[in-house]
């Protein structure tokens, strides 16, 4: 679900990426794939619908394996629908879709298909269940590599950002993540890491409960971050540890947090979660924002953002916005 | 300036005070006198009114709550239906293994998120949908399985993707 459900595609895309979908769906041939691919790269919104036609395919794979092959879930999920429609008790789905504002609380959220690399799209959230238990949620533009075998658990950070709440493994495998940078060993614990994409590209640690041993791929000794502090690390060195404030990352509550953020970096953070151009106009950059802002909504963040420091928003596309002076 | 909608922790203990008993007693009534599962599920309701950012639980709380505590019931029978119709697939099966309780739960969940994008779509474009995407039947072979010409099933494929969006984005 996650997913961010603010950005609405147009019924014309969502059609057309159904029809994509179903053209790849049963042996493409190159010509197909390729036609498929430049569909994809000619707009945004067109990889948006896709990404999340992906997401719904990747459930709907995710009904078999772990011992249940394709005819007995097939099975299974024709019996309980005609059943229900037997029922006929469709009431309820009228009040489900009134409930627009509970909607990014149950969004993507899942269990492990047994694939190894899960992606989200820009302004896409997903949370997982591991078959350990271990609860792991994937902000916007993020990529993970999942190896759970019989020596360990292991999550690769590869890009964007994750929240990990362990829970302990029957089996007493160890548990990891891997970053560009070294491996981080939670000692029972809920954690967030993000890996930096420009000028550092660091890892940034934060540690809500428990602890968090931090290894730098090329360091000699490891250093253990506790509940409530934050740090960020190379593959050489880890700094010293900041106060880390709440419960969990602003994120995961939908939330962007801001605590006197310069404008240009808050609006950096909040170009995350949308599709675009966000800009910022260089005689503005310095100002402060403080406040928390809705990430499912952009464009009511941005709107208020405007009216509280008297910006002005210059729309170009609605994909290329402009922040400056009123 | 003040933070955009958040609910104080103040505002949150009254709404709790005030409102955790009556909840407990329609659900209790709902759920012909199951007591435990009862206060389990107002537990969920103000769990989930606690992490919502909306303004809407404190400014309607009666209704807000009473909707969301409905829509937990209606998960909660919809994952009964599912583990039932699919004990019953495995018993009509006799070469399907019954997973481990653990496999079990995992199971139940996976074909529950499955379960809610298929059961409003019209019953053959469920049929054809299930065949080829869950089956992982080739179109010619659900084509031939249902009768129909392979246009028809390509057809079905785009409708069910579409409906699957509508269910999670709309």
Redesign the interface.
């Known amino acids: 679900?996650s997913?961010l459900?603010s950005e609405r595609?147009h019924p014309d895309i969502?059609?057309q990426?159904?029809?994509w979908?179903?053209r790849t769906?049963?042996?493409p041939d190159a010509a197909t794939q390729a036609a498929c691919a430049r569909w994809r790269e000619a707009d945004a919104r067109h990889e948006l619908?896709w990404q999340?036609?992906q997401g719904?395919?990747q459930?709907?794979?995710?009904?078999?394996g772990?011992?249940?092959?394709?005819?007995?879930?097939?099975?299974?999920?024709?019996?309980?629908?005609?059943?229900?429609?037997r029922r006929n008790a469709?009431k309820?789905?009228v009040?489900?879709?009134?409930?627009g504002?509970?909607g990014w609380?149950g969004a993507?959220q899942?269990?492990w298909?047994g694939a190894s690399v899960y992606r989200t799209a820009t302004g896409e959230q997903r949370q997982m269940t591991l078959?350990d238990g271990t609860l792991l949620t994937m902000n916007t533009g993020s990529v993970v590599a999942l190896r759970y075998d019989a020596g360990q658990r292991r999550v690769e950070l590869r890009s964007g950002e994750i929240l990990i709440a362990t829970a302990a493994d029957a089996a007493g495998r160890p548990f990891g993540v891997m970053t560009p940078n070294g491996l981080l060993t939670p000692l029972g614990t809920r954690f967030a890491v993000r890996q930096m994409e420009a000028d550092s590209h660091a890892t940034h640690l934060a540690v809500y409960e428990g602890a968090v041993r931090v290894e730098p791929a090329r360091a000699q000794a490891a250093r253990v971050v506790h509940a409530g502090e934050q740090a960020s690390f190379d593959a050489a060195a880890v700094s010293a540890a900041m106060p880390a404030e709440g419960q969990g990352p602003a994120w995961s509550?939908?939330?962007l947090?801001a605590n006197r953020m310069r404008l240009d970096r808050f609006l950096a953070e909040l170009g995350r979660y949308r599709l675009g151009l966000l800009r910022c106009d260089d005689d503005v950059a310095a100002r402060e924002v403080?406040?928390?802002?809705?990430i499912d909504d952009t464009d009511r963040a941005l709107q208020?953002l405007a009216g509280?420091l008297d910006l002005r928003l210059r729309y170009r596309t609605r994909y290329w916005v402009s922040v400056g002076r009123a | 300036m003040r933070p955009v909608d958040f609910a104080s922790s103040d505002e949150f203990v009254s709404l709790y005070r005030e409102h955790h008993g009556w909840l407990v007693q329609m659900l209790r009534r709902r759920l012909s006198g199951n007591s435990e599962n009862a206060a389990d599920l107002a537990h969920d309701t103000f769990e989930r009114v606690m992490r919502s950012e909306s303004r809407a639980a404190f400014a309607e709380p009666r209704g807000f709550l009473t909707t969301v505590a409905k829509r937990l019931l209606i998960d909660q029978s919809r994952r009964r239906a599912i583990e039932q119709a699919y004990l019953e697939t495995l018993a009509a099966r006799a070469e399907e293994v019954e997973p481990g309780p653990e496999t079990h739960a995992l199971v139940v969940e996976a074909l529950d998120a499955v379960c809610r994008m298929m059961e409003q779509l019209p019953p053959r474009v469920r049929q054809v949908f299930v065949l080829a995407q869950v089956e992982g039947l080739p179109y010619l072979a659900v084509a031939e399985r249902l009768g129909v010409s392979v246009a028809a099933v390509q057809r079905d494929i785009v409708k069910a993707w579409q409906h699957c969006y509508a269910v999670l984005y709309a």
């Open positions: 679900m997913a459900h595609l969502i059609a990426a159904a029809q979908m179903m769906g049963d042996a619908a999340r036609l719904i395919s459930d709907v794979g995710a009904a078999t772990r011992n249940l092959s394709g005819g007995a879930a097939g099975q299974t999920i024709l019996r309980y629908c005609e059943q229900r429609s469709m309820w789905a009040g489900a879709v009134g409930l504002t509970l609380l993507r899942g269990l298909d078959p509550e939908g939330m947090v403080t406040g928390a802002f809705r208020v509280v």
